[in-house]
Structures are given as C-alpha cells and as structure tokens.
C-alpha cells in the first residue's frame, strides 16, 4: 500500500529555517520523480519544487528559488525540503507527492508551516 507521511512543520519566525520530510511506503522514492506543492490559506494548491529520479536534477518555483532545497535520503527512502529565510508568504501547508505516467498520486495529509513576526 502507498503512504506518503509529511513532518516537520511549525511556527517559526520571518528568516528562520525548517526542513521537512516525506516519508514513504510502499514505493521506493527514487524510483519517481518526487515534488512539493503547498496550499497557503484561502489559495489553491501550487508548486513549490521537483527531484529527478535519474540524478538529483531540480527545479523550483521562482518565489523559493535560492531559498528551498529538495532532496532525498533513498537509504531511508524519504524526501526532504529545506526551508530557508522564511517569508509570512511561505504559510501553508505542504505537501509531497510523486510523479507517475498518470500523474501525480494521491495527497498525504501535509504539514503546515507557519511564518509570523
């Protein structure tokens, strides 16, 4: 059975750093290409970063870009996204996901992030 368990949210202060892991079964993690996608409040659900299963080629959205970092542990077959120099406007809660020929799969429960003064 795929499960895809994210962790590592919280509150933090503007500038602050977190990093959030992924946690999967059922499937190994390198074997797709991997992604973040987050949901600020009141917004639709919208990308954030993408991992290569072949390499660790990645690309980001322009508002995190230089400031996030997505990788994976495959020994411990999980995905991380390192948060750096938090905004307010990061808030939302996160996501993971994988990558398949149809698409993304299904959505975990996320982990929320909060970024306030």
């Known amino acids: 059975q795929v499960q895809i368990e994210e962790s590592g949210g919280g509150l933090v202060q503007p500038g602050e750093s977190l990093r959030l892991s992924c946690a999967a079964s059922g499937f190994v993690v390198s074997d797709y290409p991997m992604v973040w996608y987050r949901r600020p409040p009141g917004k639709e659900r919208e990308f954030v970063a993408r991992i290569s299963n072949v390499g660790t080629a990645a690309n980001y959205a322009d508002s995190v870009t230089g400031r996030f970092t997505i990788s994976r542990d495959d020994a411990k077959n999980t995905l991380y996204l390192q948060l750096n120099n938090l905004k307010t406007e990061d808030t939302a809660v996160y996501y993971c996901?994988?990558?398949?020929?149809?698409?993304?799969?299904?959505w975990g429960q996320g982990t929320q992030v909060t970024v306030s003064p």
């Open positions: 996901n994988r990558q398949t020929i149809k698409g993304l799969g299904s």
